[in-house]
């Protein structure tokens, strides 16, 4: 069962670009990356997905290194809408198993 | 708005009671997974449905258990009811083969007194 580890927190600024990092360490061969937005009250908001090297959709970007041990989603000039908490998931290959990060909360500051 | 309904929005029982909450999927979605949200735990997958079927198992309780109807819509059912089972609980959904993207519903928010 993959452990992923992220930051609690991370503060920014208006039009910065922000990297959030999670880690899992213990991925298998066949388990996929993905990280949800989650704001108060609502339920969890997917954002982008990967297996290796880098995807990027309208929104952000996902780094894999080789190792796949890690991963970072990568938001382009955050703004303050983006203050939200944000999950990183190991889901394995025939999501049997469905594991969340503890989040990490993003607060975006004017 | 993604597309998954669940009902009711708050439920407030007792301490020992049973509870059911409903989901109904996004249109065309074959699979339903059921999360737990507490404020210590963070957010714990249940179980997960496919096409009727129960797919995978994950951090559920034996006084819980879930089905998926012909029609696909989903319940989960708590019983014996305890104070730590307070907790938002998010169905989510999604389309075949597509695992990894989920829909989630608004939630059920439940409070055990």
């Known amino acids: 069962l993959a452990k992923t580890t992220q930051p609690i927190s991370m503060d920014s600024y208006e039009g910065q670009e922000v990297n959030i990092t999670c880690s899992h360490n213990?991925?298998?061969?066949?388990?996929?990356i993905t990280w949800y937005q989650q704001f108060p009250s609502q339920g969890p908001r997917f954002i982008i997905q990967?297996?290796?090297t880098k995807v990027t959709n309208e929104v952000a970007s996902l780094f894999i290194p080789a190792d796949r041990k890690s991963s970072t989603l990568s938001l382009p000039r955050v703004s303050l809408s983006d203050t939200a908490v944000y999950y990183c998931?190991?889901?394995?290959?025939?999501?049997?198993?469905?594991?969340f990060g503890s989040g990490t909360q993003l607060t975006v500051l004017p | 708005d993604s597309g998954v309904t669940q009902t009711p929005k708050h439920l407030i029982t007792a301490t020992g009671q049973r509870v059911t909450l409903r989901c109904s999927p996004r249109?065309?979605?074959?699979?339903v997974y059921w999360y737990q949200q507490s404020l210590d735990q963070g957010l714990q997958f249940l179980i997960q449905?496919?096409?009727?079927?129960?797919?995978a198992k994950g951090n559920i309780l034996e006084r819980f258990s879930a089905q998926q109807f012909p029609d696909l819509h989903s319940e989960l059912n708590l019983s014996s009811l305890e104070l730590g089972d307070s907790a938002l609980y998010f169905c989510?959904?999604?389309?075949?083969?597509?695992?990894?993207?989920?829909?989630f519903g608004p939630g059920t928010r439940l409070t055990v007194t």
């Open positions: 449905y496919y096409n009727g079927e129960e797919r």
């Open positions: 998931l190991v889901v394995q290959g025939s999501a049997r198993q469905l594991t």
């Open positions: 213990n991925i298998a061969t066949n388990d996929y």
């Open positions: 249109s065309g979605d074959l699979s």
């Open positions: 989510a959904s999604s389309a075949q083969g597509n695992y990894w993207e989920q829909y």
């Open positions: 990967g297996y290796k």
